[in-house]
């Protein structure tokens, strides 16, 4: 797997603005990128403290307010 | 006088060890213990259970870890309206130092009922009884004291192996460096779940697979030999001179693999027939063992009847090296997981998605090569039991 550039992480945050929340395998299709790519970069996000998780059943991602 | 709990009294009355006996004895410094064994009680008389097993419940940015417990009359039973679990991360291969066992005691103590139950059939610490409002310390103590929470939910349930070459001299790969590679890897499919349902990745070091990985796991790691069996002709000698019956290690090789040479006093081996069974290393450990060259056999789909029946593992790689980083396993995984999500419905087990889909087709979309040793669900039900 790859290293995560800046610049996924800022297409990430920015898809994040346009939906309340978003599934990993979602914001990886949407944006066309690797999914495991995807997920490393929203668990650096989140530890950035940039996003935050939600548990509804499942896990999604959402902007930290 | 009467006991409040005439019914689960008779639960003390056996030959084994009871756990009324021990909520008891936490009863005496717990009331949680006391409520408990009260909303038993009741459950037993009423024929129906008293708990709502589920409900979110959680702890920062985790999702899995904490699995939420409620009971259904929380004006008569205070102390247990809400009755958490926590599932804690077990060290692979289960060895502590009192020292830890302490730590996590003291916390235990502090925030919940002091029950535990080492260790779940998952393999993780249970952690029995919490309340809401302390779910969020007890987890910022025990992460303080170096635990991390384990798997729940529709995510990675904690890794689990066996103790390995800790204690085995069995194991043909290194059980406990594989599970806490893999748990450090796959942390965050541990803490947040994201998938159709559970899966499981159980390691166990040699074909004995003493953690029924086979039976328990949608990923069984199991410890295996691509050379021979190794054989000391001389301790085979010995076995038969001191009357150990050789045919029932002939006899019973599955595959008849080996032949006992009587005349010349010798154990005939045919390497590639061995189906490394572990029978006959079990039987004579001073005289055979495994070969040389560890690594392991790949299955997937073992998983207890929730959906449809019980499943055993099946083999998908029929060996594979094992060696750090694990690249290949992790990659394996990764596709597997992939291939899942994208087309598993909602509680659909890996096996039952394959069994939907077609083994063919999972092995095409996995780019795995068909071989022979990949019997697609070579006994389906692990309940079978021998009559004497």
């Known amino acids: 797997m790859g290293e995560v550039s800046e610049e996924l992480k800022q297409k990430i945050l920015e898809y994040l603005k346009t939906v309340s929340k978003a599934k990993n395998r979602d914001i990886a299709r949407a944006l066309n990128e690797d999914k495991h790519l995807v997920d490393k970069a929203i668990g650096e996000l989140s530890k950035e403290g940039k996003i935050e998780y939600i548990f509804l059943g499942t896990s999604f991602v959402k902007i930290k307010e | 006088m009467e006991s409040e709990t005439p019914l689960l009294d008779e639960l003390e009355k056996g030959r084994w060890p009871s756990f009324v006996k021990e909520i008891k004895r936490a009863a005496k410094k717990n009331k949680a213990a006391l409520d408990l064994l009260r909303v038993e009680e009741l459950s037993y008389k009423d024929k129906i259970t008293h708990w709502k097993h589920g409900g979110i419940v959680g702890v920062t940015g985790y999702g899995g870890g904490v699995i939420g417990r409620y009971c259904d009359k929380p004006e008569e039973y205070p102390e247990v309206a809400a009755f958490h679990t926590f599932r804690v991360n077990h060290p ?80 043909t790969i290194d059980t406990l460096d594989i599970t806490y590679d893999l748990t450090m890897e796959f942390q965050d499919e541990i803490h947040r779940p994201r998938w159709p349902y559970k899966f499981k990745i159980k390691i166990s070091g040699c074909p004995n697979d003493c953690v029924a990985a086979i039976a328990r796991a949608d990923f069984t790691i199991i410890g295996t030999w691509r050379d021979s069996i190794r054989i000391d002709q001389e301790a085979v000698r010995e076995y038969v001179k001191n009357g150990f019956d050789i045919e029932t290690v002939v006899r019973k090789c599955p595959t008849e693999a080996i032949s006992w040479d009587e005349k010349n006093k010798v154990l005939n081996f045919v390497p590639e027939d061995c189906t490394r069974c572990m029978h006959c290393i079990n039987k004579m450990p001073k005289a055979i063992r495994p070969g040389t060259e560890g690594g392991a056999t790949i299955l997937v789909g073992g998983k207890a009847p929730i959906l449809k029946g019980a499943y055993l593992s099946w083999v998908i790689v029929p060996f594979m090296k094992m060696e750090p980083p694990y690249s290949e396993v992790k990659s394996l995984l990764r596709k597997i997981w992939d291939w899942w999500d994208e087309h598993g419905r909602t509680r659909e087990r890996l096996a039952e998605l394959i069994e939907r889909l077609s083994f063919a087709r999972f092995l095409k979309d996995m780019g795995l090569p068909v071989q022979p040793q990949m019997v697609f669900r070579p006994r389906s039900n692990p309940y079978v039991f021998f009559r004497r």
């Not at chain 2, 919940?112 to 409002?133: P, Q, R, V, W, Y």
């Not at chain 2, 987890?139 to 995510?155: I, K, M, R």
């Open chain 2, 92 to 171: 692979a291969g289960w060895f502590y130092k009192t020292e830890a066992l302490r730590k996590i005691c003291d916390i235990w103590e502090k925030y919940g009922s002091g029950m535990t139950n080492f260790h779940g059939s998952t393999g993780d610490i249970i952690l029995l009884g919490a309340k809401t409002e302390n779910l969020q310390p007890c987890f910022n103590e025990l992460t303080e004291a170096g635990f991390d929470l384990g798997g729940s939910g529709s995510g990675l349930r904690t890794i689990s192996g066996c103790v390995g070459p800790a204690r085995c001299e069995w194991a």
